[in-house]
C-alpha cells in the first residue's frame, strides 16, 4: 500500500524548496473554494505543470481533457477547442452552466460515466489533438489509447501520476511509449491550487 505525507508524493519525491513560497496562494484558494464557494480558473494540478503549460499551449491546439473542471475553462480560453468528458453528473451540470454563463463557445462538454466509453477515442482521427489530458476516468486506459490520437510532437498528461489507486500503470505505460527518454518527459511535483498536500503529474511528448 502507497503512503504519502503532506510534503511527499505517493511515489516518494518532494518539492522544490521554491514550491514553498506559494503557501499562502494555496489556502487563499483553499479558502475561496470551501467556504465562499469561488472556484478560480486554473487546473487541479501542480503550480510547475501550469507553468509548463503556459508556455507550450498554443492559439489553434485542439485538447482532449478526461476529467472536467475549472481546468476545462482554463485550456479552452489557451487553445483553439476543448473536448472535455465529465463522469459526475453534478459536476457536469454547473460546469455546463459556467461555461453558458460566460459565453465560452470552443468546449466541447461530454457527460459519460461509462469506463469503456470514456476511454474509447476512436471517434477522433489519430493525430487529431495536440494534447491529452488526463484527471479522471479509467486513467489507465486513457493512457494506453491516448498515443494514436495524439499528433507527432505532440503531449499527454497524466495528473496523479505517482497515485497507484488512481492509476497504477499509467504512468509506466506513459514512460514506455518514450522510451523513458528524459528528454521527452518531465515529472512536476508541487503544490495544486487550494489544496496543501503535495501532488504529482507526469507530461510526456510524442
Avoid at 489553434?60 to 489557451?78: H, Q, R, V
Avoid at 491529452?132 to 499528433?151: E, F, Q, T
Amino acid at each position: 500500500m502507497q503512503t504519502r505525507s503532506t510534503f511527499v508524493t505517493h511515489s516518494g519525491r518532494k518539492p522544490k524548496i521554491s514550491a514553498f513560497k506559494r503557501i499562502f496562494q494555496v489556502l487563499y484558494l483553499g479558502i475561496a473554494r470551501k467556504y465562499f464557494n469561488k472556484f478560480p480558473e486554473l487546473p487541479w494540478i501542480p503550480f510547475s505543470a501550469i507553468a509548463e503549460f503556459n508556455t507550450i499551449i498554443k492559439k489553434d491546439w485542439k485538447i482532449l481533457e478526461i476529467g472536467a473542471g475549472m481546468s476545462t475553462i482554463w485550456l479552452a480560453k489557451k487553445s483553439g477547442y476543448v473536448t472535455s468528458i465529465e463522469a459526475d453528473l453534478n459536476w457536469y451540470n454547473k460546469l455546463g452552466e459556467i461555461i453558458k454563463e460566460k459565453k465560452i463557445e470552443n468546449i466541447d462538454l461530454r457527460y459519460e460515466w461509462e469506463r469503456d466509453i470514456m476511454c474509447d477515442f476512436s471517434e477522433f482521427p489519430d493525430g487529431h489533438f495536440d494534447l491529452i489530458y488526463i484527471d479522471g476516468g479509467p486513467r489507465d486506459l486513457c493512457c494506453m489509447n491516448a498515443k494514436s490520437k495524439v499528433k507527432k510532437g505532440g503531449y499527454i498528461y497524466l495528473d496523479n501520476s505517482d497515485n497507484e489507486s488512481l492509476s497504477s500503470k499509467g504512468a509506466d505505460i506513459l514512460l514506455d511509449f518514450v522510451d523513458h527518454d528524459e528528454n521527452c518527459y518531465k515529472i512536476f511535483v508541487d503544490f495544486v491550487p487550494g489544496n496543501l498536500m503535495i501532488n504529482e503529474g507526469l507530461l510526456i511528448q510524442i
